[in-house]
């Protein structure tokens, strides 16, 4: 087997401009679902390269949906925006402001900003129109006030509305802190599972009473959903860190298969997630630790060939992050990769940007085990080497990676 480093050399790509983005396009095919990472959240190239795909994919190959790692609720701002409902607002930044939860800077940013403007332009110009959805599942509190706003205008007779209330009022001594819920739930025997699952019950069986034109059934149905699957992952938080995480990516499984199976089956999805959820979970060490993600689940739920993951990753530069949690954010200095890591083979390969294909004839020569950076919300680089880097097969853990070599941090909007 040829060295690490001359594989690359042997199959990489340069990658200057968005054309040089054509044999990825290519290598897609007429899959269904394509997963766009990124190493970081705080990265402005790994937005901008997205987004220049995205344009492609919905351009080229008739994608109309992008599901996305943020709230359901804030993202809704964005979705009523880029479609023109009648409770859109009228601007963009008005749309990014909705964005208050720690971390804001994922999307409340320039580079989407800039992005969501060409989705508004081009669903103007369209009869069908590309959708923008939030598939976490941390919006408790902010999904059940979307129920019960609703609700109340709606059906305030209703029994969905009772359990809504019902679901709120079980909630309401914690004041809306997850984490004195979480704790709470400790010594609680059912804590609110039943409340919440009441309501996501009742309302998928009078979904026919909230159809519209703007997609008013699919809104209540994901937020009473978010509802029932956050309180099972902060439920989860205080017992495993492995048990939430999976709670949390089979949410967001559950909400990417609600959004398409809405849209029928000719539907097509982006879907914009961390390396850590879009790559393959069962290629790296989480395997072991008992944990799945996005990219490991879709690929076993659907056929090889509908499902393509892309993996971004940089070997130096700045990104937007926060020392500790909840902590104002800053920019940040990347130092070089460590070495012997997927991005240090990278960059020795040739300091320019590339991207590799992953095939039949080529994964074997990337499926040793090596470091890859991952770098989250909360970043010290000091602790770096110790802590952001997951050991992994490259080429089972994706179909495509791009590689930028030196990058620098986004352009946050204060919300």
Known sequence: MIPLEEAIKKYALSYETKEDLTPILEAIGDAKIVLLGEASHGTSEFYTVRAELSKRLIEEKGFTLIAVEGDWPSTQHINRFIKGYKEGTVNVQNALKAFRRFPTWMWANEEIAEFVTWLKKHNEQKEEKVGFYGIDVYSLWESLDEVITYLSKTNPQGTDLAFAKKAFSCFEPFNRHPETYAISSVNISEACVEEVSKLLTSIRA????????????????INAMVARNAEEYY???????ELSWNVRDEHMVEAINEIMDYHGKDAKIIIWEHNTHIGDASATDMEAAGMVNVGQILRLQNKKENVFAIGFGTHRGTVIASNEWELPYKEIDVPPAKEESWED??????????????????????????GH????????????????????????????????DQTKALSPIQT
Not at 208 to 220: I, Q, R, V
Not at 235 to 241: G, N
């Open 206 to 221: 009078h979904e026919d009473k909230y159809k519209d034109t703007e997609e008013t059934d699919l809104n209540l149905k």
């Open 373 to 404: 950076r991952a770098i989250g919300v909360v970043y010290n680089p000091e602790f770096e080497a110790y802590s952001n880097y997951v050991p992994s097969k490259i080429g089972s853990r994706y179909d495509a990676f791009i590689y930028m």
């Open 345 to 370: 083979a990278l960059h020795k390969a040739g300091a320019f940007n590339k991207l590799l294909i992953f095939n039949e004839e080529n994964r074997s020569l990337f499926n040793n085990w090596i």
């Open 235 to 241: 439920r989860a938080m205080v017992r495993s860190d």
